[in-house]
């Protein structure tokens, strides 16, 4: 496979050193998933403070060039909740990386493109959806169990007539969400996705929604039942070879209908975490396979090779560029 393949979900972090403006809560700060995700990233915060979270950007961009399949990442943005005012309510945000910054960021490097994150129960979204595409935004992205966003309130409905007019896809989570410290797992139902869908938006289902229930019904089945009214539905496939999402990749797969639908991505820092490696998956691969996988040292090529291997056709990889066009093809 030749190199040419874009991620459209790697994650980024930002402590607000160098003055980027992003922010940490205390209660993330003191779980065990602070540390973990920093080392993912090859950072300490020691480094973060003295060099600033451009360091981030930077190591991204450095370890993707060194990959031999992978050659753009849409790097996401994430807002934070809105409190009644239209403003982010910061003390109820666990997490916020501003879309300002990212696409300065992103700018310095031709291997990342940026992806926004605009909360639309902001005062100003439709504004800074405006400013996000002159920005270059690949993509907006949400997660509506933390942001506190549930997709099918009519609220948003002149944000998602915005997004259908600018051609900009919406990357949402879909299915349980379990790298915070809590989570309203319920706004992550795929079933309230209708809303944007019905308008003609461009929805991505982060993950498929390939795990948790909802009214007594797995995620995904609901996803699937949108999937056949919807063509305008699309899907990545990050997290699909986590430990704790075994065997959903070739579940997906076999979905044949829907391989044209289906997007590369990556969740990273997630596939540097521990919690993706082939070795989980040796019930399906022959041990030479699992060795050969698991000795190759960049995440990227990791993941496409363990992908590859647990059976998703090539023509996957591609289809990125099919949906995102002009803007992804100038970057890769």
Not at 177 to 185: G, H, K, L, M, V
């Amino acid at each position: 496979m030749e190199k040419g393949i874009v991620d459209i979900h790697c994650h980024t972090a930002g402590i607000g050193a160098g003055g980027s403006g992003c922010f940490v809560s205390p209660a993330l700060r003191r779980s065990w998933r602070y540390r973990f995700f920093l080392a993912a990233f090859g950072v300490t915060q020691q480094e973060l403070e003295r060099c600033g979270d451009s360091l981030v950007m930077q190591r991204l961009s450095e370890r993707l060039a060194e990959s031999r399949f992978v050659s753009a990442a849409v790097v996401l943005a994430m807002d934070g909740i809105i409190g009644e005012d239209g403003r982010i309510d910061r003390q109820r945000t666990e997490l916020y990386i501003p879309n300002d910054y990212l696409a300065r960021e992103c700018r310095k490097y031709d291997n990342l493109l940026f992806g926004a994150s605009i909360n639309p129960l902001r005062g100003d979204a439709l504004e800074r959806l405006d400013r996000a595409v002159e920005e270059g935004a690949a993509l907006v992205k949400w997660l509506p169990s933390i942001q506190l966003i549930n997709p099918a309130d009519s609220r948003i409905t002149p944000f998602y007539n915005r997004l259908r007019e600018l051609g900009l896809p919406l990357l949402t989570h879909t299915g349980y969400e379990e790298s915070f410290t809590w989570a309203r797992n319920e706004l992550a139902d795929p079933e309230l996705l209708r809303l944007p869908l019905e308008l003609g938006v461009t929805v991505i289902a982060a993950h498929a929604a390939s795990n948790g229930r909802a009214f007594g019904e797995r995620n995904f089945d609901r996803f699937l039942r949108l999937c056949d009214r919807f063509p305008n539905l699309y899907a990545d496939v990050s997290a699909l070879t986590q430990v704790n999402r075994l065997g959903q990749l070739p579940r997906l797969l076999r979905q044949r209908k829907l391989l044209g639908r289906l997007l590369y991505g990556t969740d990273m820092p997630i596939i540097k975490t521990g919690v993706t490696s082939p070795w989980f998956h040796s019930y399906r691969l022959s041990p030479g396979t699992v060795r050969r996988i698991a000795a190759i040292t960049n995440p990227w090529d990791r993941d496409v090779e363990l992908k590859l291997a647990l059976g998703m056709p090539e023509e996957i990889f591609a289809n990125s560029v099919g949906l995102f066009g002009v803007r992804v093809k100038s970057s890769g």
